[in-house]
């Protein structure tokens, strides 16, 4: 088993953590911030849209049963990336579609499946997802972790 790290903003956090959770080799996945300037953010400070940063997914996964490759198929499947700051209600920097990636294989991926998704023809608009080298990872309070799972689907974009 080699487990690796991927990081996605998707919009609000708890329904991509969902999604990813249920994805065949993800071995754990946690919801937090990254891409800002505030140390150890809380969920309110990035509400308040002053943090630079964005709620992501932080994905543990097995290489041996899924790739990089089929977790970006999945993170265009999961959200509208051609809105800009926003998904579905949630408006706000904090909900972009962005792509963190950890060395240059993963950004490769990244700008690759950018590309495919973007002349896919699938949405009528351009992607606008941004593609960010990972930053530190703050991870959201605990009542944010698997919140869909503790508190049913009644509110997501997803």
């Known amino acids: 088993m080699t487990i690796e790290t991927a990081s996605f903003g998707a919009g609000c956090f708890w329904g991509v ?30 509400c308040g849209g002053n943090t630079g940063h964005a709620e992501v997914v932080q994905v543990e996964f097995d290489t041996t049963l899924t790739s990089y490759g089929e977790l970006l198929e999945l993170f265009f499947a ?5 809105t800009r ?3 579905g209600p949630d408006v706000g920097a904090q909900y972009r579609s962005v792509i963190f990636t950890r060395g240059e294989a993963q950004a490769q991926a990244a700008a ?8 896919s023809g699938r949405w009528p608009r351009p992607v606008v997802t941004q593609i960010e080298p990972a930053g530190p990872f703050w991870r959201a309070e605990e009542y944010h972790q698997q919140y869909l799972a503790k508190n049913g689907a009644a509110y997501c974009h997803v």
């Open 17 to 46: 953590e969902a999604r990813f959770r249920e994805h065949p080799g993800v071995v754990d996945a946690a919801v937090g911030f990254m891409g800002g300037h505030t140390e150890n953010p809380s969920y309110r400070q990035v």
């Open 78 to 82: 999961c959200h509208d990336p051609t």
């Open 85 to 87: 700051n926003r998904q």
């Open 112 to 119: 690759a499946a950018r590309a495919q998704a973007d002349q």
